[in-house]
């Protein structure tokens, strides 16, 4: 389960103003984010995460987002500028762990900002967490 205060942020991002929200599919391309870490409560395990690229595409009636060295992750269109999307429980680049990873946010206006959690498991029992802020902006094409 995600813990309360990233269940407040997602929140927080997602009653965001509807102002400038995009038309329906001009959120795909690529997104330079930088990430700042929230929440972690992993002892000698886990992800450091600075900078990356977001790829956002569609793919039939899902949207398709990847993250550097993150497994896929897929989710319904944007609705109103909101976006979510997670992965299924599988290997991680950390050695003898599985993960599965989840976001919700916004993309509107060019921008991304959304909460991204990693949940870790070992031996498919639930290890820890790690959360991160992720913003950025669409690359130029």
Known sequence: PVPAVLTVVATAFLAASPAAIAAPDDFIGSYDVKYEEAMNNCSNVGMSLARGTLTLD???AKVEV???SLPTM???PPKAGRLRASSKQGPTTIAGLDGQFS???RVEAGAVQFVLVAEYFANKKPLCQQ???VSGVKRAR
Do not use: C, I, V
Request: no cysteine; aromatic share 6%; charged share 25%.
């Open 58 to 60: 569609r793919k039939k």
């Open 66 to 68: 990847n993250l550097d």
């Open 74 to 76: 897929m989710g319904p």
């Open 103 to 105: 976001l919700a946010g």
């Open 131 to 133: 959360s991160w802020n």
